[in-house]
């Protein structure tokens, strides 16, 4: 079975541009959870989808937002970018059972913003 | 308060012999759960093993073990026998049960130990 898939691999932005990453969920997951991992340090949460319905939020501005789409794969999308936003982001996808408590993580998407 | 601290930034150990990396926690969450995971140079964070805060016995897979204190609110990883391929970035999290955003049940990281296995 395919694990979580994330693309593109790599991503070179301008400030002030935008990007959009995607990300696809383990067949079956209904969750997807989306995390920052600057350079040196642990990943941060941004946001978590659960059935398309955003299910909570990190302490990220209004420049980040996100959506899931009925396929259960998931788009993150960074306006006006900053070159603090360069990162490894990272998707991870739950199957969201009460007692499931594990999360797969995808490869990431590693963002260079110049 | 960080939730996570990982003091130990880096660690060597040889290969073959045991290796304990270090994690405490900080929560008034009555049920969480604290994660161990390696992430490879190539960046994908790999599950390794999972505690609950209300399971009564240490957590084992294969040759990685977690040594929960709950009093101490520690949560150390031991890893036994060590191979060359468990060279990488070890991760601890913890998901709060209760205080996660709305049901979101996301992880908090801490900031991670550099594990070098040497031959």
């Known amino acids: 079975d395919a694990g979580v898939t994330q693309s593109p691999t790599h991503l070179i932005k301008t400030r002030g541009q935008q990007v959009t990453l995607r990300c696809s969920p383990i067949s079956g997951h209904k969750s997807v959870s989306w995390y920052q991992q600057v350079l040196g340090q642990g990943p941060q949460f941004i946001f978590q989808?659960?059935?398309?319905?955003?299910?909570g939020r990190g302490n990220f501005p209004d420049r980040f937002s996100a959506r899931q789409f009925p396929n259960y794969s998931s788009e993150l999308n960074v306006n006006a970018l900053l070159l603090g936003d360069s990162a490894l982001y990272l998707c991870a996808s739950r199957d969201g059972g009460h007692f499931s408590y594990e999360q797969y993580f995808g490869p990431g998407t590693r963002l260079t913003v110049t | 308060a960080q939730k996570i601290t990982q003091t130990q930034p880096g660690m060597f150990v040889q290969e073959k012999e045991a290796v304990t990396l270090d994690c405490t926690y900080d929560?008034?969450?009555?049920?969480?759960?604290l994660f161990w995971y390696k992430q490879p140079s190539s960046g994908e964070m790999i599950f390794l093993i999972y505690q609950g805060s209300y399971d009564q016995q240490n957590a084992t897979e294969g040759r990685y073990s977690l040594n929960f204190q709950k009093a101490r609110k520690s949560a150390n990883l031991v890893i036994s026998a060590s191979q060359l391929g468990d060279s990488a970035m070890y991760f601890c999290a913890m998901r709060e049960d209760a205080f996660s955003s709305g049901s979101a049940r996301q992880l908090t990281f801490g900031s991670g130990t550099q594990l070098t296995v040497l031959p």
């Open positions: 929560t008034s969450d009555p049920s969480y759960g």
């Open positions: 989808y659960y059935e398309k319905e955003e299910r």
